[in-house]
């Protein structure tokens, strides 16, 4: 993708934007052995990538957002026929969700699938304006599907994830420390039927993040500000603050429509876990105020939903510290 704009370039200077598609790798294998049942197994790789975009395309993302916006109202305008009620349908299809088995379009083969996507890095750059850049990446992605067979409760899906180094920031080029960053340094998902747990039909959901870091430098704030001058323009705020006013009555008629859904919809069971190992917090205001910073460790939540409409919700944290420096 090229694009050429005066307006976000230096008179006489020609300047272009180019994204690189990074390269794929496809690995599809299929077994059927007489000692051992059916598989299908594939992996799809996706190779690393690095990607930065200057300030050239910002008329072209306000020109793309312009014309959505035209559409998206053209398009409200035509909709606004009366129409008979339509009858409240389920919030989502939990029966499909719940009795999901794969050996009703799989057979006896088992699948496994995975997904790998090697180190990615975008960066949004403010040069030739400032020296002011915006990056975000991570290290790697790793996600698999499976069907896990059992002789007590027969088939069903498994799905997990695994996210690791993943970053972001905002910083000077010529500056040793970030305006704003945030790190974690991996998430682990894990997704099943809860068959095999309890015995009963429902969703059963692990997600892990290990240690999360913010950090903020207020010292450097006139970074952020002048990012934010760029990449997102006076014309862009000035435009989602201008909303044409509603009535009144569409919000309460849409909640009341949420509302049918959600009691016709049947109990749906499910149990959810999530722990962070650490999360935490810096604050830096300059020498003049002092630093402070915020953590907590070993913070997890566990939420559980019966088929009999009981929920239970619990929630415990191992340490809760704050620390200043400074005369804060």
């Known amino acids: 993708m090229h694009g050429r704009y005066g307006q976000f370039a230096a008179e ?11 390269g794929i790798a496809l690995k599809v294998e299929y077994k059927d052995g007489s000692s051992s049942e ?3 197994n594939g992996e799809l790789k996706v190779d690393a990538s690095s990607n930065t975009i200057y300030p050239t395309v910002v008329p072209l993302i306000m020109e793309i957002s312009r014309s959505i916006k035209e559409v998206v109202r053209d398009t409200d305008k035509k909709e606004e026929v009366a129409t008979a ?14 009795t999901a088995d794969p050996s009703a379009i799989l057979g006896k083969t088992r699948l496994n699938l995975g997904l790998r996507i090697c180190r990615q890095e975008f960066s949004l750059s403010c040069q030739p304006i400032a020296r002011v850049a915006a990056t975000t990446q991570f290290e790697d992605i790793y996600v698999t599907v499976n069907t896990i067979k059992s002789t007590e409760h027969g088939h069903f899906f498994a799905l997990s994830a695994a996210f690791t180094q993943l970053q972001a920031s905002v910083q000077h ?20 039927n809860s068959k095999h747990l309890s015995g009963k039909s429902g969703i059963s959901a692990i997600l892990k993040i290990n240690p999360m870091k913010t950090q903020i430098n207020a010292k450097q704030l006139q970074d952020f500000l002048l990012f934010r001058e760029i990449w997102i323009p006076p014309e862009l705020r000035q435009s989602s603050k201008t909303r044409i006013a509603t009535p009144d009555s569409e919000p ?6 949420r509302y049918q859904q959600v009691a016709a919809a049947a109990a749906f069971p499910w149990t959810a876990t999530v722990a962070v190992a650490e999360l935490a917090v810096e604050l830096d205001l300059g020498q003049a105020i002092g630093k402070s910073s915020f953590t907590v460790s070993n913070f997890w939540v566990s939420s559980t939903k019966s088929t009999n409409w009981e929920q239970n919700l619990c929630i415990g944290v191992e340490k809760i510290g704050i620390d200043c420096i400074g005369r804060m």
């Open 252 to 257: 309460q008629e849409y909640l009341v429509q």
């Open 38 to 40: 059916p598989s299908l």
């Open 85 to 98: 009620p339509k009858p409240a349908q389920k919030f989502l299809d939990e029966e499909s969700l719940v």
């Open 12 to 22: 006489g200077t020609t300047t272009s934007t180019t994204l690189r598609a990074p």
């Open 173 to 192: 080029v010529y500056s040793r420390e970030s305006t704003f960053s945030f790190d974690v340094e991996s998430i682990v998902l894990s997704l099943m």
